[in-house]
């Protein structure tokens, strides 16, 4: 049953797509399993649903261009985060599914005296993905249900009400409502400017041309008033917001505790590792930079610096303005090396703080424990933590799953910040941060790699986010995969497709066998040989050890992930629902 | 040197914010205030309230309900001097280094808002509005017979006669009351309006994250009654052997005690009707919840754990003293602030408790079984226990405590289980195994 509902799901919406890769968000991902994408899940119950909400359906209002997908998108990342069994059901997708690659829909399809055909039509698309919805509620376990759809008028707002009443389903609607010109010009802008339709033409006036297109298209827009139901408008992409609280609940509080720290500003973030310390192997002592890590740290902020200067560069070279570079705040935990690590670019004046939350995550018993010793003492816990090594603690020590919800309210300071931002925190940190910025499930979290030799760079989009890994050159090949500060909790043994799915960073063959003293956290073992391979547990060439990745090319210059997030922005353009 | 904590909790750099209350009397203005004041106080970011009612009452102390007629000049010109007596007084804690200030008066028209917005805006301070407005007349009366009988206003008046002259005096404010923005004109400024208690809410231009951070927790706040439980763990292993931290089992003591915590929650609660339980994630607080009715529903969370002592965790008092003796005493010279060696701090347990604090705020019955560092930051932030009291109250084990918040603080009751079990608490300087708390203060 459920296979079946998420493949008609998947055949219905051609962007439901397994995750391939932990390089491109997974957002929009049909989850392979259930229950994984949970980073920070503050409790748990048999259903898997938060048991003081029921079922939601949070049903977005709000013409084309004022944000919508944006809106539901950042919502949905962050529910899930919290372990809501969130799912985006985008009715432009079933709309395009039904017409058909190339298709249009009538001409009148959106107005209120539309012709028969065109009204059966609609009903058609809306029942369509009305049934996914009531679904993925009652037979997948679904908690959050957002329903993105322009929803224009009073009268079908509250008879969708009732209908989600009638299936035991609480109603939120949110609405994103615009007034303000220049957010208009400027969504209008960053959407729909690479459509064929306004290729060439001014960017200005492509944006008015497509404003006055949605005038027209959808004539009739009534913005909420409706005293009885529950609502948040959202009016001019944060500046106020009203809200409508009918029944108190505890997540359209949560919703509007996150959106009230959303904006839509442009800009990026950037994760890096802390420079190596003297003290390597201790969790416990907070010891200071190495030379080696001075050195890295002063290679890092300039490998950054050049990197954000030729961004901009590259953007006056392609016609754009010649803006200055966005201000650059940079965030550190309380350890001694990550605001080591920063002193390069305080002393060129960038602003550091330093967050208690970021600080790495506790080994507990595993502190300098030697993965066979771990093993020997712990065959139990060792067993567990093979099972589910995001939420498995070892005695004394944090789950991903604690570090994930110690690290929530930083998640909002990093939805509020508006300046460009780097990060530089310990991996298991990083991991955290970047999962919820790129949606990878609680399988991949533990695993994901941040060598020192690159900048991780956040850029976001209305859709889904795009990563890109810029090399830092010249660093002594000893330091970039070690993880000194870490920890060797072991992870279980890889998939089969263990390299792949990870990420395309690959492990070039000259790391294998480094020496002893670049300590690794994720030890792995040979795939379906799990006794054979155990003490491999100091270098970073652990996925050679695995058999199932050999080396490779290591980008040697920056090199950008390509992801479809492009592609994807291109197919929104026709999506004027 | 022993390592000290450099973490500022949530707050941001370089922001000072001025929250000014705005509403008609009884509306629950102070109950936000006091509210919004004990929060952020615990989470270490510095915060007080300016009551403008106090200063007006350095003049008039006891005004009858003419005195807030706009029409009566001197009156008029009292409260406006009041109103600028706090303005200044905050503005000069300001300067010593507060951070949140909140000015608790009805700055119920345009002009008064005006002249606050401007007179603190000139100091580099931010403001935001809040407002309670509560048209629903049931409310209102209950609020003026609860809260404003007591005021100091009305000190031994007959209280049918205060609540009349009470009356009155809203009624003089209603005839200049201007809800904000009500005529459009007032849409540049940041406010949080809340409208018969939550059920409309409009939040205007949030600037940053920690006036995001209040509006949220202000939003979850409630006036349904309710209490919340606190109880230890039963005795452990190394509790008998005074012993800190580890992950030990309960003593047979312990045992004991976690048999008897169904009666004494029964006592206390006075039905059966189920609670919630919260408890840590070490084996001590789990067993001690296990002989709990099925029908309570239980939750372990991370955030519950015990202080994490770091290198120091199973050490006795003694042993740390000998071997880290600096941290030993820079730890009794600041112990909210000292952070183990490679673990934490008072200050860093608050800051990781306080998504429990919100989750309490908002919910109803809980029953929280922990430790004793946690157990001192749950009950600092209820009693609003400054830095240097918190990490020394004793919070002895076998013991259950029932907290009931009020509008003007919160209300404790004790249950001892009558189970015997070692004291846990140490005084400053002392490395003793096993310690009487000091007789004055605590629980």
Redesign the interface.
């Known amino acids: 049953m459920d296979t079946l509902l998420t493949a008609e799901i998947a055949a219905n919406a051609p962007r439901y797509r397994r995750k391939s890769s932990t390089f491109i968000d997974g957002i929009h991902d049909v989850p392979s399993e259930v229950g994984n994408l949970a980073p920070a899940q ?2 748990s119950t048999m259903s898997g649903r938060l ?1 003081h909400s029921g079922r939601i359906a949070i049903v977005m209002v709000g013409l084309p261009a004022r944000g919508k997908t944006h809106i539901c998108v950042s919502m949905a990342r962050y529910l899930s985060w919290l372990g809501v069994k969130t799912r985006i059901f985008h009715l432009g997708d079933y709309r395009r599914a039904t017409v058909g690659q190339g298709g249009h829909v009538p001409q009148d399809y959106f107005y209120p005296n539309a012709s028969p055909a065109s009204v059966m039509l609609r009903q058609k698309i809306l029942k369509k993905c009305r049934e996914d919805i009531y679904g993925w509620l009652n037979h997948e376990n679904g908690q959050v249900a957002i329903y993105d759809a322009v929803n224009p008028t009073a009268s079908g707002r509250r008879a969708l009400a009732k209908e989600f009443a009638k299936h035991d389903v609480q109603t939120l609607f949110i609405e994103s409502f615009v007034d303000d010109q220049e957010i208009l010009k400027e969504n209008a802008r960053n959407v729909k400017i690479s459509s064929p339709d306004f290729h060439g033409m001014d960017p200005d006036e492509a944006a008015k041309r497509y404003l006055k297109r949605i005038e027209t298209k959808i004539p009739v827009f009534e913005t909420m008033a409706e005293e009885e139901l529950n609502y948040v408008k959202m009016i001019n992409a ?9 029944s ?1 609940n ?1 997540l359209s ?1 949560r919703i ?2 996150y959106l ?2 959303l904006h839509i500003k442009h800009r990026t973030t950037f994760f890096v590792r802390a420079g190596t310390a003297t003290e390597e192997d ?5 010891a200071p930079l190495s030379a080696e890590g001075e050195a890295y740290a002063q290679v890092m902020a300039e490998t950054l610096m050049r990197h954000r200067e030729q961004e901009r560069q590259a953007i006056i070279d392609q016609g754009g303005p010649d803006v200055p570079l966005r201000p650059l705040t940079i965030w550190t935990s ?1 350890r001694l090396r990550t605001i080591q690590t920063a002193e390069p670019l305080e002393k060129l004046g960038y ?1 550091v ?5 970021m600080s790495q995550i ?1 080994p507990g018993v595993c502190e300098k424990l030697s993965e066979r010793a771990i093993r020997n003492l712990y065959p139990e816990e060792v067993e567990k933590h093979e099972l589910d090594p995001y939420h498995h ?1 070892y ?2 020590a ?2 991903y ?2 570090l994930a ?2 690290l ?2 930083i998640i ?2 990093l939805e ?1 910040e508006q300046n460009d931002l780097l990060i530089i925190a310990h991996e298991s940190v990083l991991r955290v941060l970047y999962s919820y910025l790129m949606h990878c499930s609680t399988r991949d979290i533990p695993k994901l790699k941040f060598p020192r030799d690159e900048i991780i760079e956040i850029i976001p989009a209305a859709y889904q986010n795009e990563a890109k890994r810029i090399h830092i050159p010249g660093l002594d090949p000893r330091m970039i995969p070690g993880s000194p500060e870490d920890i060797r909790i072991p992870v279980p043994p890889g998939f089969d497709d263990f390299g792949k799915r990870l990420s395309p960073i690959s492990i070039p063959a000259m790391m294998m066998g480094t020496p002893p003293s670049a300590t690794e956290v994720t030890v792995g073992f040979a795939t379906g040989d799990r006794k054979g391979s155990i003490s491999v547990s100091n270098t970073g060439g652990l996925r050679s050890v695995s058999g199932s990745f050999s080396g490779g090319e290591r980008p040697v210059t920056e090199k950008i992930v390509n992801n479809t997030a492009k592609e994807m922005v291109e197919d929104k353009v026709e999506d004027e629902d | 040197m022993a ?1 000290r ?4 909790g ?1 707050r ?2 370089e922001t000072r914010i001025c929250v000014v209350m705005v509403g008609l009397p009884a509306r629950g203005k102070s109950y936000i205030a006091q509210k919004a004041q004990r929060y952020l106080k615990w989470l270490s970011i510095p915060a007080a309230t300016f009551n403008v009612g106090n200063y007006r009452r350095n003049d008039a102390p006891h005004p009858s309900a003419d005195f807030f007629d706009t029409n009566n000049a001197e009156g008029e010109r009292k409260r406006r001097a009041a109103a600028e007596a706090a303005v200044a007084d905050m503005m000069k804690w300001f300067k010593s280094g507060g951070v949140v200030g909140i000015l608790d008066a009805t700055n119920s028209t345009k002009e008064r808002r005006k002249w606050v917005l401007d007179r603190i805006n000139q100091e580099g301070v931010d403001v935001i509005f809040v407002e309670s407005k509560c048209d629903e007349e049931e409310l209102i009366m209950a609020n003026i017979r609860d809260v404003k009988t007591t005021s100091p206003d009305y000190q031994g008046q007959d209280p049918e006669q205060a609540a009349l002259d009470f009356r009155n005096r809203i009624r003089n404010y209603e005839k200049v009351y201007k809800t904000i923005n009500a005529d459009g004109d007032e ?1 540049h400024l940041t406010y949080l309006k809340i409208m018969n208690v ?9 600037q ?2 920690l006036q ?1 951070r209040i ?2 927790y202000l ?2 706040l ?1 006036i349904r009654p309710r209490s919340v439980w606190l109880s230890r763990h039963g005795e452990s292993m190394l509790n008998l052997e005074g012993r800190i931290g580890g ?1 030990a089992d309960l003593s047979h003591r312990g045992e004991e005690y976690a048999l008897k915590l169904p009666e004494l929650v029964l006592e206390s609660v006075g039905s059966d009707r189920p609670l919630t339980v919260w408890t840590s ?1 070490l084996k001590r607080t789990i067993a001690t919840a296990r002989h709990l009715p099925k029908h309570y ?1 239980q ?5 519950l754990d015990e202080l ?1 002592a ?2 120091c ?1 199973g050490m006795t008092y003694q042993e740390i003293a000998d071997m880290y003796p600096e941290d030993f005493q820079a730890r009794d010279e600041d112990k909210y602030n000292y952070r183990y ?3 934490e701090s008072y ?2 347990v608050v ?2 408790l ?2 429990i604090i919100m ?1 309490l705020e ?1 919910s109803e019955d809980i029953l929280i079984i922990s430790h004793q560092a946690v157990i001192r930051c749950i009950y600092a932030y209820f009693m609003q226990k400054t830095q240097e009291e918190s990490p020394w109250v004793p919070v002895p084990l076998h013991t259950l405590m029932k907290l009931t918040p009020r509008a003007y603080g919160t209300e404790v009751q004790i249950y001892k289980a009558e189970v015997k079990a070692v004291s846990t608490w140490r005084g400053k300087g002392s490395t003793a195994k096993h310690e009487d708390p000091k007789p004055e203060g605590g629980v």
Do not use: C
């Open positions: 503050l409790y048991f944060g500046q106020a917001f009203f809200y409508n609280n009918v108190f505890y509080h509007v505790f009230t720290n201790s969790y416990k002592a907070d309380t602003k703080r330093h967050r208690s939350q506790n603690r005695p004394r944090e789950s799953h604690d919800v110690r929530e309210p909002l300071e509020r | 390592p904590t450099n973490g500022v949530i941001p750099e849409d939550g059920r409309q809410v409009i939040i205007n231009r949030i940053d994250y995001s509006v949220y939003m979850n409630h992950d994630t529903n939750l372990q969370w991370k955030a994490d770091g290198v965790d060696r490679g673990g200050r860093d800051i990781r306080e998504p989750e908002r």
